[in-house]
């Protein structure tokens, strides 16, 4: 039991995250004003909050599909509402649980390749976890939560965490 | 790269964040200098004020990835005095920090992932679980809060920044 692997050092805690943002997002869904807050950045160089969500949502999508081989569902950024948003972060849970364990399990070495318009990056499978995946997961889950305290939304670091199961 | 995959997710993965903080440190420093601010008054700022300050942030992050580099290793991670953490005392955190983690090797943490691990999860509780699921449900992730926060910070205090400084050197 417990033992680490690719797919549990990464896909649990994407899920769980996800499950986490849910959870926060009623919490902001309470507040007077709610909807704008999905426009509220913490600086004017920065994305909004609803770009937060989806930059989770495409981040978690992309991660479970280039360490196992796949192509991402398409989600198109049309999301307005926070209605909308749980509604893909959902899509996204789901799509990354449906994704087989050993799809991912042993692809350290798998080459990650990430293309831009102005050209790509190549990864190992490890690398691309450690280096590019969660610290990109964990920044946008992260400044998500942080808008909203800054913002007022009554939360607090379990919220964040997750209570333990 | 090590091939030792509980390694590079734990002690890699902390190395690697705690020296794109102290490289944040740097512009932070020198956007003070050119506005002609304290840096202090930037190390003591807050996204709400129920949050903690960006030093606590840093003392933080520092805190858990100590904790988490020894308790894999095996060894009993050293205590860090709390107090007021001016960058002077960030910086001299970060850097003990960096090198506590460098002193272990990843033929330390072999077998860790289920070896069973005591860790506090308030100041009132503590758990008990496997090294990996202590490093990915509780360490990584608060590392990963009190590192984004600490850039969070710097960035809505007009510190220019991109996500380049948070992500580091590639390859």
Redesign the interface.
């Given at each position: 039991m417990a033992a680490i692997s690719m797919y549990n050092a990464s896909m649990p805690a994407l899920v769980r995250m996800m499950k986490n943002l849910l959870a926060i997002i009623a919490k902001a869904e309470a507040m007077p004003d709610a909807p704008k807050l999905l426009e509220a950045r913490l600086a004017p160089d920065m994305h909004p909050l609803m770009r937060q969500f989806q930059s989770v949502s495409d981040t978690a999508k992309f991660g479970a599909a280039r360490l196992a081989g796949q192509t991402a569902p398409a989600f198109p950024d049309t999301e307005t509402t926070f209605a909308e948003i749980k509604d893909r972060l959902q899509k996204t849970i789901d799509y990354v649980e449906s994704v087989d364990p050993s799809a991912i399990d042993g692809s350290e070495e798998r080459e990650v390749v990430l293309k831009f318009p102005n050209g790509q990056m190549n990864f190992t499978g490890l690398d691309y976890l450690n280096t590019f995946l969660l610290p990109n997961f964990y920044f946008h889950c992260t400044t998500a939560y942080a808008i909203l305290r800054n913002n007022g939304v009554g939360l607090g670091k379990m919220d964040f965490l997750g209570r333990p199961e | 790269?090590t091939?030792s995959?509980?390694y590079?997710?734990s002690v890699?993965?902390c190395i690697?964040?705690l020296n794109n903080v102290s490289s944040m440190l740097d512009k932070a420093e020198a956007y003070a200098a050119e506005k002609k601010f304290d840096i202090d008054v930037l190390i003591q700022s807050r996204?709400?004020p129920d949050?903690f300050p960006l030093g606590a942030q840093i003392f933080i992050a520092c805190t858990f990835a100590k904790n988490l580099g020894c308790r894999l290793a095996g060894q009993e991670p050293p205590d860090y005095e709390r107090g007021p953490v001016n960058l002077d005392a960030a910086r001299a955190l970060i850097k003990r920090t960096i090198d506590i983690l460098t002193a272990i090797k990843p033929e330390a943490l072999n077998g860790a992932?289920?070896r069973q691990i005591t860790f506090s999860?308030s100041p009132t509780t503590t758990?008990t679980q496997?090294?990996?699921?202590y490093m990915?449900?509780?360490a990584?992730?608060?590392i990963?809060?009190h590192v984004?926060?600490v850039?969070?910070l710097l960035?809505?205090n007009?510190v220019p920044l991109g996500?380049r400084d948070?992500?580091?050197p590639?390859?």
């Amino acid at each position: 039991m417990a033992a680490i692997s690719m797919y549990n050092a990464s896909m649990p805690a994407l899920v769980r995250m996800m499950k986490n943002l849910l959870a926060i997002i009623a919490k902001a869904e309470a507040m007077p004003d709610a909807p704008k807050l999905l426009e509220a950045r913490l600086a004017p160089d920065m994305h909004p909050l609803m770009r937060q969500f989806q930059s989770v949502s495409d981040t978690a999508k992309f991660g479970a599909a280039r360490l196992a081989g796949q192509t991402a569902p398409a989600f198109p950024d049309t999301e307005t509402t926070f209605a909308e948003i749980k509604d893909r972060l959902q899509k996204t849970i789901d799509y990354v649980e449906s994704v087989d364990p050993s799809a991912i399990d042993g692809s350290e070495e798998r080459e990650v390749v990430l293309k831009f318009p102005n050209g790509q990056m190549n990864f190992t499978g490890l690398d691309y976890l450690n280096t590019f995946l969660l610290p990109n997961f964990y920044f946008h889950c992260t400044t998500a939560y942080a808008i909203l305290r800054n913002n007022g939304v009554g939360l607090g670091k379990m919220d964040f965490l997750g209570r333990p199961e | 790269m090590t091939n030792s995959l509980i390694y590079d997710c734990s002690v890699g993965s902390c190395i690697r964040a705690l020296n794109n903080v102290s490289s944040m440190l740097d512009k932070a420093e020198a956007y003070a200098a050119e506005k002609k601010f304290d840096i202090d008054v930037l190390i003591q700022s807050r996204l709400a004020p129920d949050m903690f300050p960006l030093g606590a942030q840093i003392f933080i992050a520092c805190t858990f990835a100590k904790n988490l580099g020894c308790r894999l290793a095996g060894q009993e991670p050293p205590d860090y005095e709390r107090g007021p953490v001016n960058l002077d005392a960030a910086r001299a955190l970060i850097k003990r920090t960096i090198d506590i983690l460098t002193a272990i090797k990843p033929e330390a943490l072999n077998g860790a992932e289920t070896r069973q691990i005591t860790f506090s999860t308030s100041p009132t509780t503590t758990e008990t679980q496997p090294g990996a699921i202590y490093m990915n449900k509780f360490a990584m992730p608060n590392i990963m809060f009190h590192v984004t926060t600490v850039y969070a910070l710097l960035r809505h205090n007009g510190v220019p920044l991109g996500k380049r400084d948070f992500i580091g050197p590639l390859n």
